[in-house]
């Protein structure tokens, strides 16, 4: 069987644990606090070398890492992974924007305003960057949504998952979803999906 190593506060955990959810698979559920350094023990290393949650371990052992590697190999061959060659591309591109565009603001963003009690002096200073390029990141989105009801194809796929992660929870780092309707719309689509779970829900 699976086995995720999560934490249940993760947007890019969760992207991982919706698809799961979406494909019904099964897994076993390993919660690991980050708060509290428990993706850099020794044992958990070994795992990930890289400290980070998610982490999948596969059936023969081998661990997986990353939350766009993990969507794409549980999606491969199904309905929500693209086949052809030109939208592959395209949810790639999606998937690499929330990952370099949208999730280094909009989560961290969330993480300190939701998670910790008091930001650093560091933190205070980088926050208005932070908030205006994911704003940034949110205004790329609401363009693509006014012409297309998913990322790819027209249709729910990997992209969405992805993106939705972090963008459903924004408002937890006070990012106001008022202003895009589009986005608004969207996330009320991605939730009337087959197989949708909350990002509280454990199997």
Not at 25 to 49: H, M, Q, S, W
Not at 52 to 67: N, V, Y
Not at 136 to 142: C, K, P, Q, R
Request: charge should be negative; aromatic fraction near 12%; charged fraction near 25%.
């Amino acid at each position: 069987m699976l086995t995720l190593y999560d934490f249940m506060g993760s947007g890019n955990g969760y992207k991982v644990r919706l698809l799961l959810a979406q494909l019904d698979l099964p897994y076993e559920l390993v919660e690991c606090d980050i708060l509290k350094g428990e993706t850099r023990t020794p044992e958990f290393l070994a795992r990930n070398p890289n400290g980070r949650i998610p982490t999948l371990r596969l059936e023969d052992g081998m661990h997986l890492a990353e939350s766009a590697a993990i969507l794409w190999y549980l999606a491969e061959g199904t309905k929500l992974a693209p086949r052809d060659r030109r939208a592959r591309a395209q949810a790639l591109q999606w998937m690499f924007f929330e990952q370099y565009s949208h999730e280094p603001n909009i989560a961290v963003v969330r993480f300190w305003r939701h998670f910790l009690t008091e930001l650093s002096p560091l933190q205070q200073l980088d926050l208005p960057e932070r908030l205006k390029k994911g704003y940034a990141a949110l205004d790329v989105m609401e363009q693509h949504l006014a012409a297309h009801p998913f990322f790819v194809e027209d249709r729910y796929g990997l992209a969405d998952i992805a993106l939705y992660g972090y963008t459903h929870v924004a408002h937890e780092g006070d990012f106001d979803l008022s202003r895009y309707p589009h986005i608004q719309a969207w996330l009320a689509r991605v939730e009337s999906q087959p197989g949708h779970v909350s990002m509280t829900h454990k199997h």
